[in-house]
């Protein structure tokens, strides 16, 4: 056990499972106690959604390390149900200092003049207005305590850089750079720091499924794993074909911790040089 975050309270949203799990517990890890907020369902049709029993897990992990936990089924989407998650939260835990955005869907790859509409408005719901929800509802807990705070939202390489036949997601990536640089401005007179984090391919459900291996493999028709494995590990500058969600994590502790107590306004790379590729 650590003190990076000891005594402070971290929202984190996507906390049923992969980078939002390991954000809470790693969080934890140093001190803080948790309002764990997730859909608990699917938000796209290829992949298993989390479920209740993974949120649950996720405070169990919490518990363990002797750190409390607020557990919340909650769609971002829905603003005024988010807001009363928060706003509970707060009440139980008393304050409010970090938030970790990291609820996200991923996308079923079409050229964008061929994308139906309802995927399109999906992916920019859940991936750019879910995240506003989350600040909206989260910053006047943070003002108020008048301790200052941070806010890491998760974005993606797709943040910097386009790819094709995904064009609602990179857009979405793309948005919340934006996002994160305004609220940087107008946070910054209350010592509130705003950053994004930005993964290559991360080993969870959100990769591992078949469209996603299509992406990839645009040249098969039935990718399987190895093939993905193969070709993700291309696009990377270092040798290993994606990373884990621990290492976003580790991003985002230092991002909350008073070792970055001047970044703000920042895009982090977490890609093992994807960007640069």
């Known amino acids: ?61 919490v518990e363990a390390l002797g750190r409390r936990v607020v557990a919340r089924r909650t769609d971002v989407r829905d603003f005024d149900a988010l807001k009363a998650a928060v706003d509970e939260g707060v009440a139980e835990l008393g304050r409010l200092d970090i938030v970790s955005a990291a609820a996200g869907m991923g996308a079923t790859p079409y050229p964008s003049h061929e994308l139906p509409e309802k995927l399109w408005q999906d992916m920019i719901d859940v991936n750019l207005t879910g995240v506003w929800h989350t600040t909206k509802a989260a910053i006047p807990h943070i003002i108020d305590g008048g301790r200052g705070g941070s806010i890491v939202i998760i974005s993606s390489v797709a943040g910097f850089r386009a790819f094709a036949t995904v064009g609602q997601y990179v857009t979405a990536k793309h948005g919340l750079v934006g996002l994160m640089r305004s609220l940087a401005l107008e946070l910054g007179p209350h010592s509130i720091r705003v950053n994004t984090v930005h993964p290559c391919q991360v080993d969870t459900d959100l990769i591992q499924n078949e469209p996603t291996y299509r992406v990839f493999r645009p ?50 790379a977490v890609d093992a040089g994807q960007s640069v590729k």
Do not use: H
Not at 2 to 9: E, L, P, Q, W, Y
Not at 231 to 244: G, N, R, Y
């Open 1 to 61: 056990m650590g003190t990076r975050v000891a005594g402070k309270v971290a929202l984190i949203t996507g906390a049923a499972r992969g980078i939002g799990r390991s954000n809470a517990v790693r969080l934890a890890e140093e001190g803080a106690d948790i309002i764990a907020l997730d859909i608990c369902r699917g938000t796209a049709d290829f992949y298993q959604g989390a479920t209740d029993d993974d949120l649950a897990e996720t405070g169990r992990e």
């Open 219 to 268: 040249d098969l028709a039935a990718p399987s794993k190895d093939d993905f494995r193969e070709a993700s590990k291309k696009t990377l500058v270092l040798p290993i074909p994606w990373i884990e969600p621990i290492d976003v994590s580790n991003a985002v502790l230092f991002l909350t911790s008073d070792e970055a107590r001047y970044i703000t306004g920042a895009t982090i």
